[in-house]
């Protein structure tokens, strides 16, 4: 008998060790952790804040978010091998010409400075743009322009649909490639899942057209190990014999967009370029294409740039995993400070840091007639529910909010007293932010600026202004719901 109870009571210690153990294990990979999310660089504290007390509060599910979403890492073999691409392409300042400020109003000169911190590419001179009617005539256009192209077509999207537009480009490139044009697509391995791995993809191969995946995901459980999945390729670029370019937020899909057909149509904005501008999309095109391929672009960066023509100043700005944190949100928060008279905002998706929503705020506190649109119905219910928790303080400060009822506002567009705009693939949330690669393209031009400027208000007219008195009336439970996601902004 007193065997047995001994034997109890080793069992009972043994089991109390090994459940301080567990225990102690469990606190040190807390600690590890909230150790790892202080120390990382470039964080808000009230990121790091946020994420020490979802590790803290939830320890299991804060540890396993912190692996999934905790750090903006694209891998250290694709970030050498993006990093490589740009070392072996001519720099950045040099593929366009010199820089050309002379044009532009002193009072805006240093927002094109904020852009060549960026990306190093430099506000050149000669630029002319088409804004396209709609989201038809942008691919009806793209597709004339590779009909007619003689040397070389180069296009990356981020999302590309086996769609009526999709599949016409998928046929101009195969005709293009087949009468010898060298024609190189490159899709987001994650947005375009389907149509890599689809027959059409095959087909464009065998006819001679060069593919590419960008960010290919392989195992996402691998890929854990080595960066984040969600990191994705989000540009928009099409570039025709090194002659034109078209920048802006169209995917290469039907505005029916049958992914999310419940939100349709998708309403975008795209626009068609000629000018020094195309060699810096074009460069960006390389950098990505030779992070993915080993193939020199080199020779198309440095072919003599055509005799200079008239046009306007522009500057592409590209950003993503290989240029400086928080650059997009800087620009951003430039062209906001800048405003004197006007300024109007388009975008999808609205979850600001603290600076940007301070910065549109004070826009609209020093007297400018400061407007953004949204969509009355969002695609994701996160950014919706987050983009709302902001507008009270936007309406207090005086900013006009709209929002759009004419389906899934896609554009994203900013005019500034009628001479800049800002158009491309950017949204201002935290993904456009931290973890998507993006591109735009930043022009000082009254005549563009009036007919983008046109675009919104067609946008302003077709939206419902959203009163002070419809956001004070949401419920307690809307609001706490709104300003709950918010915070958990920072996190994702």
Not at 54 to 65: E, R, S
Not at 128 to 134: I, K, V
Not at 385 to 403: K, P
Not at 415 to 423: A, E, K, M, P, Q
């Amino acid at each position: 008998m007193c065997a047995g109870i001994a034997h109890h009571r080793t069992a009972m210690h043994d089991s109390a060790v090994l459940a301080w153990v567990l225990f102690a294990a469990h606190v040190a990979v807390q600690i590890i952790f909230m150790v790892r999310a202080l120390l990382r660089p470039h964080r808000e504290p009230s990121s790091r804040l946020a994420w020490i007390l979802v590790i803290a509060l939830a320890p299991v599910v804060g540890v396993l978010a912190y692996v999934l979403f905790g750090d903006s890492n694209l891998g250290r073999r694709r970030l050498a091998r993006l990093q490589a691409a740009f070392a072996a392409l001519p720099p950045a300042g040099e593929v366009a010409g010199p820089a050309m400020e002379a044009g532009v109003p002193e009072r805006y000169v240093p927002l094109f400075r904020v852009g060549h911190s960026v990306s190093h590419y430099l506000p050149v001179a000669g630029n002319r743009a088409a804004l396209l009617p709609d989201s038809a005539s942008a691919i009806a256009a793209m597709v004339a322009d590779i009909d007619a192209a003689r040397h070389s077509v180069h296009v990356l999207f981020y999302i590309w649909l086996a769609d009526g537009s999709g599949l016409k480009v998928v046929e101009a490139l195969k005709r293009a490639a087949a009468r010898g044009v060298t024609c190189r697509a490159m899709a987001d391995d994650l947005g375009s899942r389907a149509m890599i791995r689809s027959a059409h993809w095959r087909e464009m191969e065998a006819a001679g057209v060069q593919l590419a995946a960008a960010l290919p995901v392989g195992n996402p459980l691998l890929h854990l190990l080595f960066g984040r999945v969600d990191m994705r390729n989000h540009r928009k670029i099409v570039v025709i014999d090194n002659a034109l370019t078209y920048c802006g937020s169209q995917n290469c899909a039907d505005a029916a967009f049958a992914v999310k057909a419940k939100y349709a149509p998708w309403v975008d904005v795209m626009a068609r370029f000629e000018g020094p501008v195309v060699r810096q999309n074009q460069h960006l095109f390389a950098s990505n294409w030779m992070a993915q391929v080993n193939e020199d672009l080199g020779p198309l960066l440095r072919a003599p740039l055509p005799a200079a023509e008239p046009g306007f100043v522009a500057q592409v700005i590209g950003t993503g995993a290989g240029v400086r944190y928080s650059a997009m949100p800087e620009m951003f928060c430039a062209l906001m400070n800048a405003a004197r008279r006007e300024l109007v905002i388009t975008t999808p998706y609205y979850v600001p840091d603290e600076p940007l929503q301070a910065a549109l705020c004070a826009s609209a506190r020093r007297g400018v007639a400061t407007t953004i649109v949204f969509p009355a119905r969002n695609d994701s219910w996160i950014v919706a529910a987050a983009s709302r928790s902001y507008y009270r303080d936007l309406l207090e400060a005086g900013v006009e909010i709209r929002e759009y009822a004419g389906g899934l506002l896609h554009a994203k567009t900013l005019t500034l007293d009628g001479d800049v705009t800002l158009i491309g693939s950017a949204n201002i949330d935290r993904r456009s932010f931290e973890l998507n690669a993006e591109n735009n393209i930043l022009l000082y031009d009254t005549a563009f600026t009036a007919t983008v400027r046109a675009r919104q208000q067609v946008f302003l007219d077709a939206s419902a202004v959203v009163s002070r008195a419809r956001v004070e009336g949401y419920s307690p439970a809307r609001q706490l719901w709104n300003n709950l996601i918010a915070m958990l902004g920072p996190v994702l």
